[in-house]
């Protein structure tokens, strides 16, 4: 069972379209770290969102973490080729562990 | 930079030989963690260390073992490779402290015949 659902799992658009991915769960996370991979690399961390509510922006990649902090949304405006790639969200639930449960991933392709 | 380094980068093996993948990072981190990555599963976590000389098994932790001598290094061991066993293996660190990013090396990608 996974203990983040992210949908969608793919995504094709073309060059100026906007796009959601989410992240979904019925656990509570300490926080919510968004990552990004390109092939033959390993994942790079984009964000961390620690309080519930809380938006980042990062150029024009807009983060949402909910407000009861159980999902979390990754929303870009006018997405680029240079966006194409897998998207992955992960869960810190707080343990001493240090450990992140992640979702499946969001492969996007931007067209152009 | 080195960051966290993973070798080798390719590896393709018969079904019953074993081998193991090193992980070394040079970032002082307390937290260490070995994943396998197959298409459309995500990160999947196989074992962990918090630290030099602790080990713990992770979700998928079978036909697997893990040694963590010294602090820097991090290794996965296959005993008998089994073709259920190609995957990309990534190794991750972490320093100890709460909502800190793990930092990932750039992969093993091992086939087994």
């Known amino acids: 069972t996974q203990l983040l659902e992210q949908s969608p799992q793919f995504l094709s658009i073309q060059e100026g379209e906007n796009l959601t991915v989410y992240c979904n769960s019925s656990?509570?996370?300490?926080?919510l770290q968004w990552y990004r991979q390109e092939p033959g690399e390993g994942p790079v961390l984009l964000v961390t969102?620690?309080?519930?509510?809380e938006v980042k922006k990062l150029k024009r990649l807009t983060f949402q973490f909910g407000d009861a902090r159980k999902d979390s949304s990754l929303h870009i405006t006018a997405a680029q080729p240079g966006d194409t790639g897998l998207y992955l969200c992960?869960?810190?639930?707080?343990?001493?562990?240090?450990?992140?449960?992640f979702g499946r991933g969001t492969q996007l392709t931007v067209w152009p | 930079n080195a960051g966290v380094t993973q070798t080798p980068k390719f590896r393709v093996l018969k079904t019953g030989q074993s081998m193991t993948l090193l992980c070394a990072q040079d970032?002082?981190?307390?937290?260490m963690y070995w994943y396998r990555q197959d298409p459309g599963m995500g990160l999947r976590l196989i074992h962990y260390s918090v630290g030099e000389g602790t080990t713990a098994k992770g979700e998928v932790p079978d036909g697997y073992n893990v040694s963590r001598l010294k602090k820097q290094n991090f290794l996965l061991g296959l005993e008998s490779a089994a073709p259920s066993q190609t995957s990309v293996y990534f190794c991750?660190?972490?320093?100890?402290?709460?909502?800190?990013?793990?930092?990932f090396g750039d992969g093993t990608r091992l086939s087994i015949l």
């Open positions: 969102v620690v309080t519930g509510g």
């Open positions: 991750a660190s972490k320093i100890y402290a709460s909502n800190q990013p793990q930092h």
């Open positions: 992960a869960g810190d639930r707080g343990s001493t562990l240090g450990r992140l449960y």
């Open positions: 970032m002082n981190h307390e937290y």
């Open positions: 656990s509570v996370f300490s926080s």
